[in-house]
């Protein structure tokens, strides 16, 4: 059974950091595809990152570019996400993700692609003060 179980997360101020983790587990190849997304109150779920686990060659919504960084910990199984001058509008519910199949590209589409990703992190708070 595949698991993704994450960390990290809190209250910051503007312009400071965070990291997320993204430990993932039950995978029978390493070559996974993990997505980032965030969720702000009232607001639909949006693609903020994507990343093979083995290869790599992240990709990255316009929103966070130069501010996030995406990386893979193959010997760890995890996933991070460093998050560096955030600003307020950064406040959400982040998740990780995964799609069922091994080795899927991450591009601007897989980013995105909700329906793509068939197992879910449990989800962990960001609030960004100003």
């Known amino acids: 059974e595949v698991q993704l179980v994450q960390s990290g997360g809190g209250l910051v101020q503007a312009g400071q950091s965070l990291r997320l983790s993204c430990v993932v587990s039950g995978f029978a190849r390493d070559d996974y595809t993990i997505g980032w997304f965030r969720q702000a109150p009232g607001k639909e779920r949006e693609g903020v990152s994507c990343?093979?686990?083995?290869?790599?060659?992240?990709d990255y919504a316009d929103s966070v570019k130069g501010r996030f960084t995406v990386s893979s910990d193959s010997a760890k199984n995890t996933v991070y996400l460093q998050m560096n001058d955030l600003k307020p509008e950064d406040t959400a519910v982040y998740y990780c993700?995964?799609?069922?199949?091994?080795?899927?590209?991450?591009?601007?589409?897989?980013?995105?692609?909700?329906?793509?990703?068939?197992?879910w992190g449990q989800g962990t708070r960001v609030t960004v003060a100003s």
């Open positions: 990343i093979r686990s083995k290869i790599g060659m992240p």
């Open positions: 993700a995964a799609p069922a199949t091994w080795g899927v590209r991450c591009d601007s589409k897989a980013r995105g692609f909700k329906l793509l990703y068939e197992y």
